[in-house]
């Protein structure tokens, strides 16, 4: 017997269901702000699984939009251009007002506009704002009236000036509540007019979204707080894909507990505090606990940059820099590990490095704030710690390579990452009726 497919027809935008699919292919088109080609950032990621999976769906026709600043990536002359696929397009970005996220690059209002017209995709679905600008909204709304929107938040951006991390600037403290008032006080070359002007400008092209996509509650609550209506906000996981080969089982009883850290090198990504715990647990002559650092730091600023190679220059023996990996290889390399230490002191949101980690089986040690704190459930899915405590830390560590029984035993109630079928057709149904999913 045929499975049931759901699918969003051409013809009246309305979902279906049914074996048989729609004699003409829905458009789609995924725009991000950088490709996983250029970047391993969590968005963009998650924007071309997302066009992945459709690809293998005939009823829809999937296209992909990313963007590049790297001038030595970029054609002279050209603004768009397709280095990877037919169905991948690039985008060559230009001037960028990053306080309010407006693209003041010439060439890309006609040459954005043509594509639309050549693609007329039927939805946009916008993974990110960052190079492409808010106008963007603007452009697909006066070329396709009809066209739905969708936009995935992935930070705080539109909240909060300083990386949309929500984490003030001079010291590093967490942000309960964005104002112009107290944003100005971040910032001493802006006044809190400059903030509200900010969000206004940002509001008005916002209200040209038809829907909007969190992939957590925390992150969907602060931008309702923020003023999106609650009506045009959704929860929906990202996509994550399958792991590929067999899940290997970690060997409990080892000499060493390995310990990783995945993805982005930064500070708020806190690195700082995987440092600080490994020192600790030295002086305490604890030696069965070793991390594993795989990522890369050379996007941050030169001042993190050399204090990171410092560091890992007088770093001992319990800590190994392994530098930055392939997507195809994280599973290899989470599958060597006994732990995955997230140690954000931001809010994060979906970091993607918790749902691989679910997905090899991984155990999760995590900050017990934001996004972080509803992915994993303490004692279920991992283990919390508080927000930037190295001996915190370093005394749950120290606990779980102790006991045969504690990581045992979450490995029996860890959940696993909602299947790519399930969130794609979650998506669909906000596609085509933009309904709260």
Not at 34 to 42: A, T
Not at 129 to 155: D, M, S
Not at 164 to 172: A, D, F, L, Y
Request: hydrophobic residues 40%; glycine residues 6%.
């Amino acid at each position: 017997m045929a499975s049931t497919a759901t699918y969003v027809r051409a013809d009246t935008g309305e979902v279906a269901r049914g074996a048989t699919p729609p004699a003409c292919p829905v458009k789609i088109l995924m725009a991000s702000h950088s490709h996983p080609q250029l970047s391993k950032g969590g968005s963009e990621i998650a924007a071309f699984q997302m066009f992945t999976a459709l690809k293998s769906r005939t009823e829809y026709e999937p296209w992909f939009l990313g963007c590049v600043r790297d001038p030595a990536q970029q054609k002279i002359g050209t603004t768009l251009s397709q280095p990877f696929s037919d169905r991948e397009y690039m985008y060559s970005a230009g001037a960028f007002d990053w306080f309010k996220f407006a693209n003041q690059d010439p060439k890309f209002p006609g040459e954005f506009r043509e594509l639309l017209k050549r693609l007329q995709p039927q939805i946009v679905h916008f993974h990110h704002y960052l190079n492409l600008g808010v106008e963007a909204f603007l452009h697909v709304r006066e070329v396709l009236p009809k066209c739905r929107i969708i936009v995935t938040l992935h930070e705080y951006l539109a909240v909060c000036h300083h990386y949309g991390q929500m984490v003030t600037k001079q010291s590093r403290s967490l942000c309960h509540e964005a104002s112009p008032t107290r944003c100005a006080g971040c910032f001493e070359d802006h006044e809190a007019t400059d903030f509200f002007l900010r969000n206004q400008y940002i509001r008005r092209f916002f209200e040209l979204v038809d829907h909007f996509v969190a992939p957590s509650n925390f992150l969907a609550q602060r931008y309702i707080a923020w003023g999106i209506e609650p009506r045009r906000m959704s929860v929906i996981e990202n996509v994550i894909m399958p792991a590929t080969g067999e899940v290997c089982m970690p060997r409990h009883g080892r000499d060493l507990l390995r310990v990783g850290f995945f993805g982005q090198i930064s500070l708020l990504k806190g690195i700082n505090v995987l440092f600080e715990t490994a020192d600790l647990l030295l002086e305490r002559k604890i030696n069965q606990i070793v991390f594993e650092i795989h990522g890369d730091y050379r996007g941050q600023p030169t001042e993190f940059q050399e204090d990171f190679l410092k560091r890992m220059g007088t770093a001992r023996r319990n800590v190994s820099f392994h530098g930055a990996y392939d997507q195809e290889r994280v599973d290899g390399l989470m599958q060597s590990m006994d732990l995955i230490l997230v140690p954000s002191i931001w809010w994060e949101n979906s970091p993607v490095v918790i749902q691989e980690a679910l997905r090899n089986r991984r155990p999760v040690i995590c900050s017990d704030i934001g996004g972080m704190a509803e992915k994993v459930r303490d004692g279920v899915d991992g283990f919390h710690f508080p927000v930037g405590s190295a001996p915190a830390l370093a005394s749950l560590l120290v606990r779980l390579a102790d006991s045969q029984t504690a990581l045992t035993d979450v490995h029996t109630t860890m959940r696993a990452p909602e299947s790519v079928g399930h969130v794609v057709d979650r998506h669909l149904q906000l596609y085509a009726l933009g309904v709260t999913a």
